[in-house]
């Protein structure tokens, strides 16, 4: 008798199971096409100095980058238009510089919202070769560049120490754009 209760709700068990597997129609296994794809263009791009290489900058600004290096804190690239071993007073080393930070950030609508109420002007810049975001002062100069590459990734782009004029910051986004879509 008590096998055959133990049976029955097995059967009972196993049957759900095949029939909730079959009911929700065909089920994907692994990613879909679209997430491999995301997948495939950032991977490589955490390491952005090596990834994007200083040349890209030079060609963006017209003039020479002296140092391209790689933040210790997180997953960015520092390209110095110049370089001081004592630039911060003897306190460091460093230097004007655009700074490129590849980080998981979403830029939904709160984000604009609180660019905006921090009075600067958010809007996409059609010389860019992909989705972006342009954040300008009120004055319209260009001070931080958002790439969305995908997978909820972006690279940031801005400028430090007055390294260059802000219409270079979009065109440096515009070649790093160009370099991802190869």
Not at 118 to 135: F, H, L
Request: some cysteine; proline content about 3%.
């Amino acid at each position: 008798m008590m096998n055959k209760k133990i049976f029955a709700v097995l059967a009972i068990l196993a049957s759900t199971v095949l029939l909730g597997a079959g009911c929700g129609g065909q089920q994907k296994v692994g990613p879909t096409t679209d997430s491999s794809k995301e997948e495939k263009k950032v991977l490589g791009m955490e390491d952005v100095c090596n990834y994007f290489p200083k040349e890209l900058v030079e060609e963006a600004i017209d003039r020479p980058i002296v140092r391209a290096e790689k933040s210790m804190a997180d997953d960015a690239c520092f390209y110095y238009t110049e370089y001081d071993e004592g630039y911060f007073g003897g306190r460091g080393a460093g230097g004007p510089n655009v700074v490129v930070v590849f980080e998981e950030k979403n830029l939904d609508d709160a984000w604009k919202a609180e660019m905006i109420e921090k009075t600067y002007i958010v809007e996409r810049d059609a010389s860019i070769p992909m989705d972006n975001y342009v954040v300008k002062r009120k004055n319209g100069d260009p001070w931080q560049v958002n790439l969305i590459v995908g997978g909820g990734k972006i690279l940031r782009f801005q400028i430090n120490h007055k390294a260059v004029a802000g219409e270079y910051l979009v065109k440096v986004a515009a070649r790093f754009a160009e370099r991802i879509n190869k």
